[in-house]
């Protein structure tokens, strides 16, 4: 019923930028929460940022600083703004939304297919 759209990523120079961007469509009635989430070969699945619908916004204390997270309500998108990009920052980042698809209807989460962030040392 609703599908995650990412855009952007590539190969950056340490110290380099990229912003990530995230569009859900589909049946959707709002959108609590959207964010990012990484995974690196090897690694767990982690959690980089999220941002609430009000505003309100997380950061895992690896990026504070260095990336920002944004949104559209009325676009339903999400973007990532990433600099200062290290090489420790190389993964597939997933776009991630909860999602309320219509009136009375449980909230659930959706993700992105992958979006590959490869920063050179």
């Known amino acids: 019923q609703v599908q995650l759209m990412e855009s952007g990523g590539g190969l950056v120079q340490t110290g380099g930028s990229l912003r990530l961007s995230c569009a859900a469509s589909?049946?959707?009635?709002?959108?609590?929460?959207m964010g990012w989430y990484r995974q690196a070969p090897g690694k767990q699945r982690e959690l980089v940022a999220t941002i609430h619908s009000g505003g309100r916004t997380n950061y895992a204390d690896s990026v504070k600083g260095r990336f920002t997270i944004s949104r559209d309500n009325a676009k339903n998108t999400v973007d990532l703004e990433m600099n200062s990009l290290k090489p420790e920052d190389t993964a597939v980042y997933y776009c991630?939304?909860?999602?309320?698809?219509?009136?009375?209807?449980?909230?659930?989460?959706?993700w992105g297919q992958g979006s590959q962030v490869s920063v050179s040392s």
């Open positions: 589909g049946s959707i009635l709002s959108i609590n929460v």
């Open positions: 991630y939304a909860r999602v309320q698809t219509g009136p009375l209807k449980y909230e659930y989460a959706y």
